[in-house]
């Protein structure tokens, strides 16, 4: 069984950095794509980032409203996804959720939540 564990979330103040982690079991982060979402009560979830590897390159696609300020990448030997978050404001505060997909394809259509067919539980980060 796959399973994404997510960590990391927590309380921060604005301007600051928080570093969510998600480890994978039952799946190779390596070879296909991954991504973060996060979403807010009331509204719907939406794609921060995510990032495929094909051989030894990596290609990341962003939010435009996280662009320059996020960071998504993954250590393949911990089989883990990261998202470094800085200057953080309060409208980053939400739930944010792991993804995966099933191939390194899924992310040439990335903000579209039904190519990832497996999710985390979620970690709450909240900017105030």
């Known amino acids: 069984d796959v399973q994404l564990v997510e960590s990391g979330g927590g309380s921060v103040q604005p301007g600051g950095s928080v570093k969510l982690a998600c480890v994978a079991s039952g799946y190779t982060v390596r070879s296909h794509c991954m991504g973060w979402f996060r979403q807010v009560p009331g509204k719907e979830r939406e794609g921060v980032a995510a990032?495929?590897?094909?051989?030894?390159?990596?290609?990341?696609y962003y939010a435009d409203s996280v662009k320059g300020r996020f960071t998504v990448s993954q250590d393949d030997a911990l089989n883990t996804l990261y998202l470094q978050m800085s200057s953080m404001q309060p409208e980053d505060t939400a739930m944010y959720y792991c993804?995966?997909?099933?191939?390194?394809?899924?992310?040439?259509?990335?903000?579209?939540?039904?190519?990832?067919?497996?999710w985390g539980q979620g970690t709450q980060v909240t900017v105030s």
């Open positions: 990032i495929s590897t094909l051989s030894t390159r990596d290609t990341t």
């Open positions: 993804a995966a997909a099933r191939d390194y394809s899924s992310c040439a259509s990335w903000r579209d939540q039904r190519r990832f067919h497996y």
